[in-house]
């Protein structure tokens, strides 16, 4: 079986977490909890998995480890039946990973550096090398990536165009982070809002 290396609830394992969902592929996968507050992530086993030190990570059947968020997708993508999340076409594939990597770096990024580096994060055993002001600088970045893509979604559906893909997933994730992280969203972003209040409804319970 395949088996996702996670914290529920943290935000990058979040985003594989709804690619699952969307595939209705959650009960083929076991999650297995990594204690990154007691610093595990950081230790020789789970680098040996994953050297990047970062959850999540999934491991395949075969043995073999993919870690970022965005490969595990890919790799969710197509080994699961489905509307597809990176794109059917050439462009799509393209427009999807452009914006996907704008919601990744923009958002999710620039919201983990200021948590990291400007607030006290995971605490001061795991947060040893933090340089303030350039996590004050990231969370200026984050709020410009909001309003981008409140921009963007004035005249689209998702953030890719008129499919939901793993930018819509990405850039939803990084909200919560921000929420989380103490990142508002400037007053009067309303298609963001919307947008947000819709595409979460998707992982509500029912
Ligand atoms: N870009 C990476 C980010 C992974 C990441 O930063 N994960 C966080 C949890 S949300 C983590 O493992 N943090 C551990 C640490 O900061 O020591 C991905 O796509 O997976």
């Given amino acids: 079986m395949l088996k996702v290396y996670d914290v529920e609830g943290f935000p990058n394992p979040a985003r594989v977490r709804m690619a699952l969902a969307e595939k209705n592929a959650t009960e083929a996968v076991t999650f297995v909890p990594v204690d990154v507050m007691g610093g ?11 050297p990047d030190a970062t ?15 965005t490969p595990i997708i890919e790799y969710i993508d197509g080994q699961f039946e489905g ?12 427009l999807t990973q452009m914006m996907n990597l704008r919601a990744e770096e923009g958002l999710v990024d620039a919201v983990g550096a200021y948590f990291h580096h400007a607030t006290d994060g995971l605490g001061p055993e795991l947060e040893t090398d933090q340089v303030p002001a350039w996590g004050e600088r990231q969370k200026g970045k984050a709020t410009a990536t909001m309003r ?6 004035a005249d689209q559906t998702f953030v890719a165009g008129d499919v939901y893909t ?23 972003l309303n298609n963001l809002n919307e947008w947000r209040e819709r595409v979460a409804a998707r992982y509500e319970e029912n």
């Fill in 40 to 50: 595990e992530h950081r230790g020789e086993a789970f680098k040996a998995k994953n």
């Fill in 55 to 69: 959850v999540p990570c999934m491991e395949l059947e075969c043995g073999t480890n993919v870690s970022r968020c």
């Fill in 83 to 94: 509307a597809s999340l990176i794109g059917d076409t050439p462009k799509q594939r393209a």
């Fill in 148 to 153: 981008y893509f409140n921009d963007v979604l």
């Fill in 166 to 188: 793993m930018a819509d997933i990405t850039l939803l994730a990084g909200l919560g982070f921000a929420d989380f992280a103490g990142v508002s969203v400037p007053e009067g």
